[in-house]
């Protein structure tokens, strides 16, 4: 182990204190980086046009939310966007689903106050690794904002299927009163696609209804004889689509684990 005297260490120190008190996250070039999973980000907005820009690392094929909550009174308004992205600043568009809001769990009170609504949310599927970049933004207000922010991986993970003998079914609900859309991706033990039929669909589930997707030759009609892994990725709040995944033949039905990995809350 490497020594490092004890005074070096207490300069290093009032010296960060110095950058973080002058760091600035208001252009996308300081945007602060935050990891997708759930933890809380306080921070404030000066009066506006202003903004406030955070990214974080984003990986192909997988789903994340971006949850920001209105921590003033309600004659301010914060509101959310994803901008530019693709490893820089100015890049192109993640193509984000706005609109959330009114999604359960609901995150604002519109109906009540139509002037100042409370929080907002966007959800983004990723098809390519990325630095995901976007800026937390007050409009219509010449005053300050608090806020906290939360940016959360909703992708989950189902570790094995299998179609040896079986038949992998996936019974998913959405628990939203929102449509939503919903991408399964069926993947071999050594992560390629798997033979025959279709391993990856992408459809759209009802608000507060179910369907269910199988391995089988009745829907994606995997070839016999192989095992893997899988996730499903959605562009809806955390918690939105339920799944119950189940091996199913020769008069067997065995539950198979389908779960969030990195969410918090």
């Avoid at 309600?74 to 706005?98: F, H, K, M, T």
């Avoid at 991408?183 to 033990?189: E, G, H, V």
């Avoid at 009609?221 to 499903?232: F, K, P, V």
Wanted: proline fraction near 7%; aromatic fraction near 6%.
């Amino acid at each position: 182990m490497r020594f490092i005297p004890m005074g070096l260490i207490a300069s290093g120190l009032l010296l960060g204190v110095g950058a973080s008190v002058q760091a600035d996250n208001g252009t996308c070039a300081g945007a602060i980086l935050v990891v997708p999973d759930g933890s809380s980000h306080i921070g404030s907005l000066p009066a506006a046009p202003s903004a406030r820009w955070f990214r974080f690392v984003g990986k192909a094929g997988r789903s994340y939310a971006l949850m920001l909550e209105n921590l003033t009174p309600p004659d301010q308004q914060s509101e959310i966007a994803v901008a530019d992205a693709v490893s820089s600043c100015g890049g192109p568009s993640l193509n984000p689903r706005d609109g959330l809001d009114f999604i359960e769990p609901v995150s604002i009170s519109c109906l009540a106050e139509p002037n100042f609504c409370g929080a907002t949310r966007s959800s983004l599927k990723l098809a390519a690794d990325t630095d995901a970049f976007f800026p937390i933004i007050q409009i219509g207000s010449t005053n300050g904002a608090q806020f906290r922010l939360r940016v959360e991986e909703t992708t989950l993970f189902n570790p094995f299927w299998t179609t040896i003998g079986l038949e992998t079914f996936y019974r998913i609900h959405n628990a939203s009163n929102g449509s939503c859309a919903v991408t399964l991706d069926l993947r071999t033990d050594a992560n390629g696609p798997p033979a025959g039929g279709t391993s990856t669909a992408t459809f759209t589930v009802a608000a507060n209804n179910s369907l269910t997707r199988t391995t089988g030759p009745g829907d994606l009609n995997i070839a016999d004889g192989q095992t893997g892994h899988a996730t499903l990725t959605h562009d809806c709040p955390p918690g939105a689509i339920q799944v119950d995944g189940f091996l199913s033949g020769a008069g067997k039905l065995l539950p198979v684990r389908v779960t969030t990995a990195r969410q918090q809350r």
